[in-house]
């Protein structure tokens, strides 16, 4: 299947710092997606992209559908302990039926308070 | 509340014992799918459904089935399972596919021995 290259693999960052993560693709995606996972839950959407170039804010995230439609990046303003866990890029090809999606194998952030 | 829940959280099970992990979503949504993650290989995509009786295989569907007889239950089905299918579980659902993976369940740890 499809593979998505997201980096950095892992952050370490002091409470208050600015964080930016991306992924890319060399598949064009109709459609990105950011989660974050906490330990032991499972993943919770924070973002979602349809459109090439669209930039979408939600609280101090903001993430960016890439305009080649290979690439998206997400951004965290001014982090707080809380924000510490694994964040996931995703995709998914084509539109129609092609509902499968493919994820990056995750950023793991750490916030030092 | 809206939620998806997988049973069991933790299975412990022996080479060959067929077995089920059960996935339910009070949502009324159409899509949904599965998925195990591993260690640096993130998330992957096993099967997913449209609809009732609409299924079709992600990027690992070797060693597993599924079924969609009803709209709100996608059970994923290990007929012999193997120790390479020790991994975490998780079910996801959505209004539809092109709305994203708006949902994930708890996840279950699935070891085999």
């Known amino acids: 299947g499809q593979q998505l290259n997201q980096s950095p693999q892992s952050m370490f960052i002091q409470e208050g710092e600015d964080v930016s993560m991306n992924c890319t693709s060399s598949s064009i995606f109709n459609t990105w997606l950011w989660y974050k996972q906490d330990p032991g839950e499972g993943p919770v959407l924070l973002i979602a992209?349809?459109?090439?170039?669209e930039l979408t804010s939600n609280g101090r995230l903001t993430a960016q559908f890439g305009i080649t439609r290979k690439d998206s990046f997400l951004n965290i303003s001014a982090s707080i302990p809380s924000d510490v866990g694994i964040y996931f890029c995703a995709g998914r090809e084509g539109g129609g039926s092609n509902y499968k999606l493919t994820f990056g194998k995750g950023t793991l952030l750490t916030v030092n308070p | 509340e809206a939620q998806v829940t997988q049973n069991p959280r933790y299975l412990i099970t022996v080479t060959g014992k067929k077995l089920t992990v059960t996935c339910s979503q009070n949502?009324?949504?159409?899509?949904m799918s599965w998925y195990r993650q591993d260690p640096g290989l993130g998330l992957r995509q096993i099967y997913y459904?449209?609809?009732?009786?609409?299924?079709d295989k992600g990027d690992v569907p070797e060693g597993y089935k599924v079924s969609r007889k009803e709209k709100r239950n996608f059970p994923l089905i290990l007929e012999s399972p193997s120790p390479n299918q020790t991994s975490l579980y998780f079910c996801?659902?959505?209004?539809?596919?092109?709305?994203?993976?708006?949902?994930f369940g708890q996840g279950t740890r699935l070891t085999v021995v």
């Open positions: 992209l349809y459109k090439a170039g």
């Open positions: 949502m009324n949504h159409e899509y």
């Open positions: 996801a659902s959505s209004l539809s596919g092109g709305a994203g993976e708006a949902f």
């Open positions: 459904s449209m609809n009732v009786e609409v299924t």
